[in-house]
């Protein structure tokens, strides 16, 4: 279930909890694209509750079009995954390493408010 979280504009703020859809992942997509078409930067919010498993009907085209994000990611400020399991905080730690030009941070869910004011503060410049 995805629930899209109050933002500035330059910043896409979301909450995904259990199963991750393919209507979920289409949803995020659109915001992040029409933000960096609006943006210089775009800065992201991403809290996960309890994630039990992906949709992987539709995976292939969801990677298809998010490939080319990859030569945006200048774009792209301020990363905040707030998670309640250890695993994603720890695929997030990866993620963040192999792309270290993008500033990334992890937050456990008693830290939220701490993670929204730092994505709150990028955006604010």
Excluded: K, N
Aim: charged share 20%; net charge negative.
């Amino acid at each position: 279930m995805l629930q899209v979280i109050d933002s500035a504009d330059d910043t896409v703020a979301v909450c995904v909890a259990e199963r991750i859809t393919s209507a979920d992942l289409d949803a995020v997509l659109e915001r992040l694209q029409a933000a960096l078409a609006r943006h210089g930067t775009v800065h992201v919010y991403l809290e996960t509750r309890g994630i039990d498993g992906l949709e992987l009907d539709g995976l292939r085209a969801h990677t298809a079009r998010a490939t080319p994000l990859l030569g945006r990611l200048g774009q792209f400020g301020r990363i905040a995954v707030v998670a309640d399991q250890a695993w994603v905080r720890w695929l997030t730690r990866a993620e963040s390493a192999l792309l270290p030009f993008v500033s990334y941070r992890v937050f456990e869910p008693s830290q939220r408010e701490q993670a929204l004011a730092w994505v709150g503060a990028g955006a604010r410049g």
